[in-house]
């Protein structure tokens, strides 16, 4: 278990269970050319677990017959899976819509420089991680010269289409606090990043998504050796919202990780805690296979003191606030 986990205080967060599930998040391996600090995954360069084909080939049968309408393709950088093109383009002939969440400073590793071009080719959404519009602070997160290699990314996915009206490939943006704090208003800071970027460097995208740091990993490690975390909790769950309950992501999404092992949700996943159907037969891991035939619906989700990164404020996920979209505000509801 990690070492963050026996400083967490139980809470009580509410009881929640899941609708159909109708996107599968699957996570192909924790290898990353980058280390961040914020990192829930704490992926990074060294990092040797990866997704096998014949795992892949069992994500395609539950997209072919489980009826997922969307495939939400995470890391790690997923790109640096030698199977993640194909992973893509099968979906896609499945007609399932896929996204890719990606940190920009892909698309300049030896090997991928072509990368931007298949996305576009296969019209795939991208989600891309941009703390801040300045240098500065992107680069005190996430490594000094991320930012100018993360603007060129961007330029270059613009310059395919990407973020332009009417082309219909979506560019997405991911902004994450600096520290133990809660992300200001997403529609707001939207209209901060739209302008800046554009002022700045001609950048066009669709959304901001604002995510709320996961009190886990890496960014748990630094809160616990800052003398934070109990703050940073307490910050958490004063700031509850039940609304937001809702709209949280693990409602419609089922998370897979590089073994192809089941959980409730991506953060879930970094701590051990697996998706379980039967809970009477004291069934312990499901693999994805195992959805074939299944239905989820009503099944209870496994909920920890975490899960109020996603519930306080305006809520977070991995599509971004969730208030707006409860009050019907936003225009894309919050699904994983």
Same mark, same amino acid.
């Given at each position: 278990?990690?070492?963050?986990?026996?400083?967490?205080?139980?809470?009580?967060?509410?009881?929640?269970?899941?609708y159909?599930?109708?996107?599968l998040?699957?996570?192909?391996?924790?290898?990353?050319?980058?280390?961040?600090? &914020?990192?829930?995954?704490?992926?990074?360069?060294?990092?040797?677990?990866?997704?096998?084909?014949?795992?892949?080939?069992?994500?395609?049968?539950?997209?072919?017959?489980?009826?997922?309408?969307?495939?939400?393709?995470?890391?790690?950088?997923?790109?640096?899976?030698? &199977?993640?093109?194909?992973?893509?383009?099968?979906?896609?002939?499945?007609?399932?819509?896929?996204?890719?969440?990606?940190?920009?400073?892909?698309?300049?590793?030896?090997?991928h420089?072509?990368?931007?071009?298949?996305?576009?080719?296969?019209?795939?959404?991208?989600?891309?991680?941009?703390?801040?519009?300045?240098?500065?602070?992107?680069?005190?997160?996430?490594?000094?010269?991320?930012f100018?290699?993360?603007?060129?990314?961007?330029?270059?996915?613009?310059?395919?289409g990407?973020?332009?009206?009417?082309?219909g490939?979506v560019?997405?943006?991911?902004?994450?606090?600096?520290?133990?704090?809660?992300?200001?208003a997403?529609?707001?800071?939207?209209?901060?990043?739209?302008?800046?970027?554009?002022?700045?460097?001609?950048?066009?995208?669709?959304?901001?998504?604002?995510?709320?740091?996961?009190?886990?990993?890496?960014?748990?490690s630094?809160?616990?050796?800052?003398?934070?975390?109990?703050?940073?909790m307490?910050?958490?769950?004063?700031?509850?919202?039940?609304?937001?309950?809702?709209?949280?992501?693990?409602?419609?999404?089922?998370?897979?990780?590089?073994?192809?092992?089941?959980?409730?949700?991506?953060?879930?996943?970094?701590?051990?805690?697996?998706?379980?159907?039967?809970?009477?037969?004291?069934?312990?891991?499901?693999?994805?296979?195992?959805?074939?035939?299944?239905?989820?619906?009503g099944?209870?989700?496994?909920?920890?003191?975490?899960?109020?990164?996603?519930?306080?404020?305006?809520?977070?996920?991995?599509?971004?606030?969730?208030?707006?979209?409860? &009050?019907?505000?936003?225009?894309?509801?919050?699904?994983?």
């Amino acid at each position: 278990m990690h070492a963050t986990i026996k400083f967490m205080q139980w809470y009580g967060f509410p009881a929640i269970s899941r609708y159909r599930p109708e996107t599968l998040q699957v996570n192909l391996g924790y290898r990353c050319n980058q280390s961040c600090i &914020h990192c829930h995954v704490n992926a990074g360069p060294h990092r040797t677990e990866e997704m096998s084909r014949e795992t892949i080939a069992d994500v395609l049968a539950v997209l072919a017959l489980a009826g997922m309408k969307t495939l939400d393709i995470t890391g790690g950088a997923p790109e640096l899976n030698p &199977h993640f093109r194909e992973l893509v383009e099968r979906s896609i002939e499945l007609g399932v819509h896929v996204i890719d969440r990606c940190n920009l400073t892909i698309l300049e590793e030896p090997g991928h420089e072509d990368l931007a071009q298949f996305l576009a080719r296969q019209r795939v959404e991208v989600v891309a991680s941009l703390p801040c519009y300045s240098a500065e602070n992107v680069d005190r997160q996430r490594g000094k010269g991320v930012f100018e290699s993360s603007v060129r990314g961007l330029q270059r996915l613009n310059a395919l289409g990407y973020g332009r009206e009417g082309s219909g490939l979506v560019l997405n943006l991911v902004y994450n606090p600096q520290g133990a704090s809660l992300p200001p208003a997403q529609a707001a800071l939207e209209l901060d990043y739209k302008r800046e970027l554009k002022a700045g460097f001609g950048i066009e995208f669709n959304q901001l998504y604002t995510l709320a740091n996961m009190p886990i990993q890496r960014f748990g490690s630094t809160l616990v050796s800052k003398r934070q975390f109990n703050d940073y909790m307490a910050l958490l769950k004063g700031a509850h919202r039940d609304d937001n309950l809702e709209s949280v992501m693990c409602r419609t999404l089922v998370s897979v990780d590089w073994r192809g092992y089941l959980y409730d949700c991506d953060f879930n996943q970094m701590l051990d805690l697996p998706l379980v159907i039967d809970r009477e037969a004291g069934e312990r891991r499901v693999h994805v296979s195992q959805l074939i035939g299944r239905d989820l619906s009503g099944n209870p989700i496994a909920v920890r003191d975490h899960c109020y990164a996603c519930t306080a404020g305006q809520g977070s996920s991995c599509g971004g606030a969730l208030a707006d979209a409860v &009050h019907g505000t936003a225009t894309r509801a919050a699904r994983g």
